[in-house]
């Protein structure tokens, strides 16, 4: 049975910093591109940032480019998302996924498994 735990969620103000941790079990974690995904009241699910199996290829949304650091421990069966200089605009439910394989990592829809989200909200 596989299971994504989020943690690290929270208020924060903004311009603060939060780190998000994805704990997976029942996978053969190597074997799966990581995903992070958010969504906002109202809106659809959106694509945050995604890093494949060695760690060697992230992508990220434009929104989240130079702020968001994505990266993953292999050994630990865990991915992470440093969040800094945090907006009110990043308030949303975040998500971590697993998709078997490389590619299409900002795509919805090629996620395999899925989080129960954590709550990230950023104060003006």
């Known amino acids: 049975q596989v299971q994504l735990a989020e943690s690290g969620g929270g208020l924060v103000q903004a311009g603060g910093s939060l780190r998000l941790s994805c704990a997976a079990s029942?996978?053969?974690?190597?074997?799966?591109?990581m995903g992070w995904f958010r969504q906002a009241p109202g809106k659809e699910r959106e694509f945050v940032s995604g890093?494949?199996?060695?760690?060697?290829?992230?992508n990220y949304a434009d929104s989240v480019k130079g702020r968001f650091t994505i990266s993953r421990d292999n050994a630990k069966n865990t991915v992470y998302l440093q969040m800094n200089s945090l907006k009110p605009e990043d308030t949303a439910v975040y998500f971590c996924?697993?998709?078997?394989?490389?590619?299409?990592?900002?795509?919805?829809?090629?996620?395999?498994?899925w989080g129960q989200g954590t709550q990230v909200t950023v104060s003006s």
């Open positions: 996924a697993a998709k078997y394989g490389s590619g299409w990592m900002d795509v919805v829809t090629r996620y395999n498994y």
């Open positions: 029942g996978l053969t974690f190597s074997s799966y591109s």
């Open positions: 890093i494949n199996w060695s760690g060697g290829i992230t």
